[in-house]
């Protein structure tokens, strides 16, 4: 999974966090990316009251997301955002897998 984090320099623009899901179709057929968007949808949500209070999320599944159980993805999420919140303020921050 990859995930980019963009906290903008003027803060009044969102008064809350944004969280989006880009979920292709090399992921797999229909049902298969509605899994994995429900499962990221459920993990991001327990996750944005880490997230500054005016940034914008995007988590991007990778076909292996198909593939990953829930513990999978809840710790290669983590892994992601711990990566992009070590970006610089004003900036998209990336986490990715190799």
Known sequence: ????????????????PRVGFVVSRAVGPAV??????R????????R???LPPHGML????????AMATFAE????????????RGGSAGSPAKGATP
Not at 3 to 12: K, M, N, R
Not at 58 to 65: G, I, K, N, S, T
């Open 1 to 16: 999974m990859v995930v980019h984090l963009l906290v903008p320099a003027t803060p009044e623009i969102l008064a809350t």
């Open 32 to 37: 298969t990316r509605n899994l994995v968007k």
């Open 39 to 46: 499962r990221l949808r459920h993990l991001a949500r327990e």
């Open 48 to 50: 944005t009251a880490g």
């Open 58 to 65: 995007v988590v991007r599944a990778l076909p292996a997301a």
């Open 73 to 84: 993805l809840s710790e290669e999420l983590d892994r992601c955002l711990d990566k992009a």
